[in-house]
């Protein structure tokens, strides 16, 4: 069925982060906007720990207000190590005087429905539950078709100037196309859901991200934080090899469910999880995440663009993928009003400037992720509280990595770059051990929060009702997660 001779001017697939942005600020442009979402909000999603540096785009979007009412404060990082006797915090305040120095932890459904409603409000339309089947980009008019299925499976045609893919990972155009590549190095798997009657304690109790190395075979990371006052998100980031070695002993044992098995376990080995999950349960079903880490090789053209995830995903261990797909989407809304507004030539320039900055984001954030699973580089957590007062002399250095931490991404990734580059020879590194062990503050799991300032304004209301435990202990598989 046709819906209507009507050309919208985007059309764009997935209402995520990425999606619902691009939304806002095209419909505020006065272009006619059309969302297809999948999926009826308010649903589950990872990518919860959200960066310092997302502000400016909350306040743009004029949701910051309601953000405050709705999600946990986060005042900064802490990487500990796998026993858990060493650690060192990372508080944003360190290099943010304004508010920006309490970021948030937010819960995906209510987070994404409130992105939604925003796009809605500002103009856009979306229609949920509306899966994208197929899409054509080569008329010769330079229009797109795009064909949609409702939840009954009727087919309808739409007709747009141009096609916006924020389907997320699931890589709608880079699937069709065979562009997607897989960063080999990366290949790991993520299992993730929330708890209740875990301990706040360890700076959890303020908000902290905490992020707990695994030892070297496991070559992965726990993440925890809170999302609400009783409700701690749990994540598991392990190197695929490991996970088939422990697939192979659990199902030898006659395990059905060895996936929950496998993440039960990883919790048990964990000293800090174990500690604080002590007389904690799952109250969510297990979320498994295995399509991980690609990128694709052209990511847009005349009459399309692939935006966040949809066109590059990097393992989430610096909690980057929403603020890099929501401010890519604003920079692109930017750039292709100057093409149509002023024609061809400015549009390129403006496009080629957009895309040079996107790409320099997620190229930095990569050497920061390899960095992180590279045992011979600098380890974060790495700064015992013995150590004498030398890191005058590397403020910078402090610095830095801070604002890395924090999601400087866009503006100066040629200058943080180098910096990773520096911290990767062996003298160097040396310098900053020095630096990082001296700084007290570092060894203090506060960041001087107290918990009515993380927790003090979630309306409780919000925190959405925990299901009952049969559904609490279902599996949500994405991406290649069968095999995984
Ligand atoms: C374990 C894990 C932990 C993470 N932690 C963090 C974190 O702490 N902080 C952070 O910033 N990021 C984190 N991330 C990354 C983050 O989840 C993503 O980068 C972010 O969600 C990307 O947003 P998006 O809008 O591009 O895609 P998504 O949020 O995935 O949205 C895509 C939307 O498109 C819809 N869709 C897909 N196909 C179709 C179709 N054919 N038709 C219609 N709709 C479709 C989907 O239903 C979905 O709603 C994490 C990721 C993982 C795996």
């Known amino acids: 069925m046709k819906a209507s001779e009507k050309v919208y001017d985007f059309i764009i697939i997935g209402c995520g982060p990425t999606g619902s942005t691009a939304a806002t600020y095209l419909a505020r442009l006065g272009y006619s906007v059309m969302v297809f979402e999948r999926t009826k909000f308010p649903r589950q999603h990872e990518g919860?720990?959200?960066?310092?540096?997302c502000y400016p785009l909350f306040k743009e979007l004029g949701v910051y207000d309601e953000m405050k009412t709705k999600f946990v404060k986060k005042p900064g990082v802490r990487f500990l190590n796998y026993t858990d006797t060493q650690s060192a915090t990372y508080c944003f305040q360190n290099i943010i005087t304004d508010e920006s120095k309490l970021s948030f932890h937010v819960l995906r459904s209510?987070?994404?429905?409130?992105?939604m409603n925003n796009a809605i409000k500002n103009g856009a339309a979306v229609m949920q539950e509306t899966k994208v089947e197929s899409v054509n980009l080569k008329r010769e008019d330079k229009l797109v078709d795009v064909v949609t299925t409702d939840t009954e499976g009727n087919k309808t045609e739409w007709c747009a100037r141009f096609l916006i893919d924020a389907s997320g990972q699931d890589t709608f155009l880079a699937k069709r196309s065979g562009a997607k590549n897989a960063y080999k190095e990366l290949d790991?798997?993520?299992f993730l859901t929330h708890w209740e009657g875990g301990e706040y304690t360890d700076g959890l109790q303020v908000g902290l991200l905490q992020?707990?190395?695994?030892n070297d075979k496991k070559s992965g990371w726990f993440g925890v934080q809170p999302v609400g006052k009783d409700r701690l998100s749990v994540g598991l980031v392990v190197n695929r090899q490991y996970i088939k070695e422990q697939k192979k002993i659990l199902t030898d044992k006659g395990i059905k469910d060895w996936q929950m098995a496998f993440y039960k376990q990883e919790v048990e080995e964990c000293a800090f999880t174990r500690r604080i999950?002590?007389?904690a349960q799952i109250i969510q079903p297990l979320l498994i995440v295995s399509d991980y880490s690609y990128y694709t090789e052209k990511p847009w053209g005349d009459n399309y663009a692939l935006l966040g995830d949809a066109g590059k995903f990097l393992d989430p261990i610096f909690a980057s993928g929403v603020y890099l797909g929501m401010n890519s989407a604003k920079m692109f809304a930017?750039?292709?009003?100057?093409?149509?507004?002023?024609?061809?030539?400015?549009?390129?320039?403006?496009?080629?400037?957009?895309?040079?900055?996107i790409n320099g984001a997620y190229e930095l954030v990569e050497k920061f992720v390899n960095i992180f699973y590279d045992p011979n580089s600098f380890n974060l957590a790495d700064a015992p509280p013995d150590a004498e007062s030398k890191y005058k002399n590397y403020e910078t250095a402090f610095s830095l990595v801070h604002y890395l931490l924090a999601g400087d991404f866009f503006n100066n990734y040629d200058k943080y770059s180098g910096f990773l580059d520096m911290l990767r020879n062996p003298d160097q590194f040396q310098r900053w051990r020095a630096l990082s062990r001296s700084r007290p503050s570092l060894n203090t799991p506060t960041c001087d929060s107290d918990f009515n300032e993380i927790f003090g304004d979630i309306l409780d209301e919000l925190v959405p009702a925990a299901p009952g435990k049969e559904e609490a202990h279902k599996l949500v598989l994405k991406g290649k997660g069968q095999e995984a």
Do not use: C
Not at 211 to 214: F, K, W
Not at 338 to 356: C, N, P, S
């Open 334 to 357: 930017e750039a292709i009003h100057v093409k149509i507004t002023e024609g061809e030539e400015a549009g390129a320039v403006q496009l080629e400037h957009a895309y040079k900055h």
């Open 277 to 279: 999950l002590a007389n």
């Open 110 to 115: 209510e987070f994404d429905l409130m992105l």
């Open 188 to 190: 790991r798997t993520a």
């Open 48 to 53: 919860e720990s959200l960066l310092p540096f």
């Open 211 to 214: 992020l707990v190395y695994l």
